[in-house]
């Protein structure tokens, strides 16, 4: 299945957090998204793995995805090495995305770094033709790499490349947030306290929301870092 955005997070609820707002408003225009999870959140201190999956497939469809998958490799423990690489190099050939939206470079969970590194190793790799990767019936994958890889900005503040207007796709990005119930506050929940429950934790979301939207003069934007330059045709590109 070809798409024009193939999303990643390295735990179920990043691409949410992250950039659903952008993926929202592609896919109001007429754009295919697809989201891929490279583990399942094994070690999350709240609910559980199946838990985790129906939350998943919830806020994909609150986005309005075109599908959901996950790699299933080891939450905490994974290594950018070439088991990993391999993986990943064949679902994005798989799905042959234009641009790829991943994980943050830096940030407070090591996971988020590592998966960032593992993103940009495979889109580069998956562009040579002599690793051979195979598709699910057994098919030799075409080599493919990404036009663009972007990350979205995680707990660490990282200032923008890229901003782009979410506002009239805020309230959906916060449902599809939402859809991760077991993750956040709940009202006389027995389940232990973490960094993402305190009450105020969405809040912040909105400010980072909010802050971004002040950069470039709307409500609310999303931001992004590209690892490579961009460049335009004509001025009247520029917003």
């Known amino acids: 299945m070809k798409v024009d955005i193939l999303a990643i997070g390295v ?3 990043d691409v949410e957090l992250g ?4 993926l929202i408003k592609h896919i109001q225009k007429g754009f295919k998204v697809g989201i891929l999870d490279l583990t399942e959140g094994e070690l999350g201190t709240r609910g559980t793995v199946a838990i985790r999956y129906k939350e998943s497939e919830l806020a994909a469809e609150r986005i309005g995805a ?3 998958d996950n790699l299933q490799i080891r939450d905490g423990f994974f290594e950018n090495d070439e088991l990993n690489q391999r993986v990943l190099v064949q679902k994005i050939r798989q799905y042959q995305p234009r641009w790829i939206i991943g994980n943050a470079p830096l940030d407070r969970h090591p996971d988020h770094g590592r998966a960032h590194e593992l993103i ?3 889109a580069f790799l998956s562009g040579l033709r002599r690793i051979e990767t195979f598709s699910s019936d057994g098919l030799l994958q075409e080599p493919w790499r990404p036009e663009k890889i972007l990350s979205y900005i995680q707990n660490t503040y990282i200032e923008p490349d890229l901003y782009i207007d979410i506002t009239d796709q805020m309230e959906q990005k916060t449902e599809s947030i939402r859809a991760f119930a077991s993750q956040f506050f709940a009202e006389g929940s027995d389940d232990p ?4 429950t305190n009450p105020l934790f ?3 979301l909105e400010a980072r929301a909010l802050l971004f939207g002040q950069r470039i003069g709307v409500n609310y934007a999303e931001g992004f870092l590209i690892d490579n330059a961009i460049g335009i045709e ?3 590109q520029l917003k």
């Open 19 to 22: 950039c659903s707002g952008t």
């Open 202 to 204: 969405l809040k912040k």
């Open 11 to 13: 735990h179920p609820d």
């Open 234 to 236: 004509t001025l009247d």
């Open 66 to 68: 075109s599908f959901r």
């Open 120 to 122: 940009k190793t495979a």
């Open 193 to 196: 306290n973490t960094y993402i």
